[in-house]
């Protein structure tokens, strides 16, 4: 009997970052994008900002969102890339390619927020 | 209403023919006939070499599957009358070997079928049931779409996935796996997981939904799968944390 497989990790990271994403990306894009720009909700003033930013939940937060969206990001670029350009038996170069990128995003994330 | 409609039938003998080809027939458009019985009327009246499967005409035992226009099908439940004015293009199912003409060699899927135990499994040394086992329309629930598959593998002609890679289990065996699981009866849900979370199991599917859109009995192998990705990976977390003790 083969192994089960250890795709569970990725797959399970994926499925987090997708959740990440799809919940609190938009929340991001209508505060900052929208709703503060047109001026319909008053803008954070740069002290106010700056000490949510320095708060270790808002980090917390902020590395959450920002590696898990990453990882989520790698895994779909494996599988797009595997399926698209029919490119399954580089799957191993390319899953190297895609979480290593995503892991060098991480290490960025953590290191702008330490 | 036309009262003729024309069918262009995909024809191929690999031993004979380099190429598929595609045959046209002209058939009467009668009321409520369907796909399969233009293709039985080209078969007795028309041209008796035309090749194709099927038996119980009602959309049952599943060997009817062709792609239709495009679109898998189930051809004994596919009227002529909503391809008017035609022509009907009609070829055998995709991703699988051709035997001739709309026939598929389906070995591979049976092989699959097979690995993923569809059958009720007792742990070795459960106690013999003294009676008929009781199950309550709860449970009954918790498996009945999954057990409405008819293994016609219309849902392997639509899955991408199992077209780039064949080694992928698939929607149906999928399916079919869950649905004994699911069963209050039986207990080989370890040994199927065994099978479905390796490397050809469940991880190379990209949850494109196709085999969920052609079921002809609505079944959602799409979901099986899904729910075969979250068993694995809380079964790998468990080995992770307690090594050998949750296996
Ligand atoms: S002939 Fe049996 S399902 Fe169509």
Partial sequence: ?114 | MADKITLEVARYSPEQDGEPRFDRYEVPLIENWMVLDALNYIKDQLDGTVTFRWSCRMGICGSCGMVVNGHERLTCETLLADYLPGPIRVEPLRHFPVMRDLVVDLSDFMEKLERVKPWIIRQPGAPEPSREFIQTPEQLAEYKQYSLCINCVLCYSACPVYGLDPHFIGPAASALSLRYNLDSRDQGAEQRLDVMAQHDGVWDCTVIGECSVVCPKHVDPSLAIQEYKISATKAWFKNLLMPGGGK
Avoid at chain 1, 4 to 24: D, K, Q, T
């Fill in chain 1, 1 to 114: 009997m083969a192994r089960r497989s250890a795709e569970s990790l990725p797959w399970s990271l994926f499925g987090a970052g997708g959740f990440m994403v799809a919940f609190f990306f938009p929340i991001h894009i209508l505060l900052f994008g929208i709703l503060i720009p047109l001026g319909l909700i008053a803008a954070p003033t740069h002290t106010g900002m700056l000490a949510l930013v320095n708060h270790p939940l808002t980090r917390l937060y902020l590395f959450g969102f920002c590696a898990l969206g990453l990882l989520h990001a790698a895994h779909r670029l494996r599988f797009t890339l595997s399926d698209m350009l029919r490119l399954k038996h580089l799957d191993t170069l390319l899953g190297v390619l895609a979480y290593g990128a995503a892991l060098v995003g991480v290490a960025v994330t953590i290191d702008l927020l330490i």
